[in-house]
């Protein structure tokens, strides 16, 4: 146990580092964010939402804003590794669970400094003010992490196929499409300060990104070693 | 190449003898339901039937992706995309009975509500699938991955499928089988939709074998390339 | 790892969509021997090596790794193996120390720093160890490339003309790397078209255009 986290860590490190020294992905994640999030906030601005109808368009708006820079960004850690070649080296040196758990980590983590960015932006243009910031919280995690392990395994299958860009958002969304609609759903509730709703997306967003996880951990080794 | 077997031209005539069957009794045997715009109800024969076949060869083709996956046969991969192409023509289908219906009764061709969002993930998912399919040359990669994307889709449908409605609403019409479990349905009406389903499910197999053993010669002929 | 590995290949053929690269072809090697595989260009040597290494698919046809005459689960064939290929690079924006540390920390390696130093210095890059890779000139690279096929002390090592972009100094010091692994029970399978590299094995298996 000790030793795959100490590989997955190094994998994550290696990515990080890469990462540090390039921006590539992180660029492409936030430049996507911020620009979707100016043109949301000039055509909509935070005032023109009817009073009723802000907890639901907000969120749902927030969440798009957040899956669409996911799609410009979430599949760099792969598709670099077969852009530079860099790929073969990693498959024959690597236990397949190693490199995923290091990129899982890695995008969780990148999409994690992207919400951290996002969210404040978002509060301040949009006049988006939570109820229950503990729920939102718990939302964002609990999404954040779905969200980079599904795409995380879509994105390790289309870095060995052609037109890579396009392919990862059409694979991806069907997949995602469940999951938006949980966590438009926590982020409304938790906008109205309600925890029953919250904790009901909350299970339903948790058991995907469980089931997500164990189909990930089976077939991913499948897809890497392809 | 074997000659067409006595026992599947009697089927093939029962089944064009069936099909015939359904389509009268669909406009004259069974009564117009209540409740419903004019005739508009007679849809159901067909509207029913083809989104079953969609998620049967759906079904299918995570079975054939499965055991792709464990025996690397080629011939489970043949079944697979087979069942995939069918169930996109069916799925198709599904989708403009659903919404000329959808237009009659509720005036709008498509109002996102969960049904009609399932077929449209069904949808979404044939769409992805062969468009990685198409991005892929080497045959045995294209094989597994789009067996994984199969199964990963796989997964996600209970929760669209059984999730989503409780969190969001539907004004789609009860399904035959409704919550307290009993059958609210002329038994007319209930004959002939389950001699369609019947009569579908056969059609679905037929073109089903058909398309196995048109691509397992076409890909005979690039085999004997090598 | 100490015990040698035979690899052997029988009637493997691989077809991209309709292009057959090729079709039936066998061979074996055993420890202490160097297996030299030749062909014009696209006559698939590199995708033979790939296949061999496990990283492909053949579309027909069976490869073995046999230790004591037990055969090696295919995911376990990347423990037992290293591969210096024109394909496959090392990360351009970490320096050649990195580069092989984190090689080696995934490989699971025990004191790896020792040993990334030691492979350092046996290809000559010890002066270049903090320049990033993508300041390297292609000979360095190359080299960097065969040290990392070393680092882990693989029983069999997949080598893809492995002298190109190499100097002449590189190029003997190359010769006795492969004389000295071989000697050491190592098994080697060596993918060229150049004559002096030709010469170093002991078996051999031409591929047809």
């Not at chain 2, 991955?145 to 009860?174: C, E, G, K, N, Q």
């Not at chain 3, 893809?160 to 029970?185: K, M, T």
Request: aromatic residues 10%; hydrophobic residues 50%.
């Amino acid at each position: 146990m000790w030793r795959f986290l100490a590989e997955s860590g190094a994998v994550f490190a290696k990515d990080l580092r890469t990462e540090f020294r390039t921006r590539v992905a992180l660029n492409a994640l936030g430049l996507f964010a911020v620009t979707t999030l100016a043109a949301v906030s000039y055509t909509i601005g935070p005032y023109r939402i009817a009073e009723n109808d802000r907890p639901f368009l907000l969120a749902a708006l927030l969440w798009i804003v957040i899956f669409f820079a996911a799609m410009a960004g979430l599949d760099r850690t792969f598709v670099k590794e077969e852009d530079t070649h860099t790929a073969p080296l990693l498959r024959l040196s690597a236990d397949p669970l190693v490199v995923w758990a290091g990129k899982l980590l890695f995008n969780f983590v990148l999409l994690g400094v992207l919400i951290a960015i996002l969210v404040p932006l978002y509060m301040v243009l949009m006049g988006f003010r939570v109820d229950s910031t503990a729920g939102f919280l718990l939302v964002l995690g609990a999404g954040g992490y779905t969200l980079a392990v599904t795409t995380t395994m879509v994105a390790a299958i289309i870095a060995r196929a052609m037109s890579r860009g396009a392919l990862f958002s059409v694979l991806s969304l069907p997949l995602l499409l469940p999951l938006l609609i949980f966590l438009i759903q926590g982020t409304r509730a938790a906008v109205e300060g309600s925890a029953e709703g919250v904790s009901e997306a909350l299970r339903a967003v948790v058991s995907l990104g469980g089931v997500m996880t164990v189909v990930s951990v089976v077939l991913f080794p499948v897809v890497w070693n392809e | 190449m074997s000659r067409p077997s006595p026992l599947g031209t009697v089927l093939r005539w029962g089944l064009f003898a069936w099909m015939s069957l359904v389509i009268w009794a669909a406009f004259f045997y069974a009564p117009a339901a209540a409740g419903f715009q004019g005739q508009s109800s007679r849809i159901v024969f067909f509207h029913v039937p083809t989104a079953w076949v969609a998620t049967l060869a759906f079904l299918v083709s995570c079975i054939a992706s499965i055991r792709y996956l464990r025996s690397r046969d080629p011939k489970e991969d043949i079944r697979a995309s087979a069942a995939s192409a069918l169930g996109l023509t069916f799925a198709i289908l599904a989708t403009v009975t659903g919404s000329i219906f959808a237009r009659i009764m509720w005036g709008s061709y498509w109002n996102w509500d969960p049904r009609e969002t399932s077929i449209t993930f069904l949808l979404l998912i044939y769409a992805a699938y062969f468009a990685l399919r198409a991005a892929i040359a080497d045959p045995e990669r294209r094989a597994t991955m789009s067996a994984v994307y199969a199964i990963l889709a796989f997964v996600t449908v209970p929760f669209l499928v059984f999730v989503v409605p409780r969190i969001y609403w539907s004004l789609h019409p009860d399904t035959i089988i409704n919550t307290q479990g009993r059958i609210k349905m002329d038994s007319r009406m209930f004959q002939v939709l389950m001699g369609s389903l019947f009569g579908f499910t056969g059609l679905f197999s037929w073109l089903y074998s058909l398309e196995c053993r048109v691509e397992g010669i076409r890909r005979r002929r690039q085999h004997e390339v090598l | 790892m100490s015990e040698g590995v035979r690899l052997e290949f029988d009637g493997l053929a691989k077809r991209f969509d309709l292009r057959v690269v090729f079709r039936a072809v066998s061979g074996a090697a055993e420890p202490g021997e160097v297996l030299a595989i030749t062909g014009p260009n696209g006559s698939g040597k590199s995708t033979l090596l790939t296949i061999l290494c496990g990283l492909l698919r053949a579309t027909r046809g069976e490869v073995r790794y046999l230790a004591d005459s037990a055969e090696i689960p295919r995911d376990r064939w990347r423990k037992y193996l290293g591969i210096v290929a024109p394909a496959m690079s090392l990360y351009e924006n970490l320096d050649a120390l990195e580069n092989l540390r984190f090689l080696a920390l995934v490989r699971g390696m025990r004191d790896s720093e020792a040993r990334c130093c030691e492979c350092l210095e046996a290809v000559g890059l010890d002066p270049a160890r903090s320049t990033t890779v993508r300041g390297f000139s292609t000979g360095m690279h190359q080299r960097l490339k065969i040290a990392q096929a070393i680092l882990h002390d693989p029983p069999v090592l997949f080598l893809d003309e492995p002298g190109s972009n190499l100097d002449p100094a590189g190029q003997d010091w190359l010769e006795e790397l492969v004389a000295r692994e071989r000697g050491r029970g190592k098994t080697v399978v060596l993918a060229t078209n150049d004559r002096r590299e030709m010469e170093w094995g002991t078996r051999r298996v031409a591929l047809s255009g």
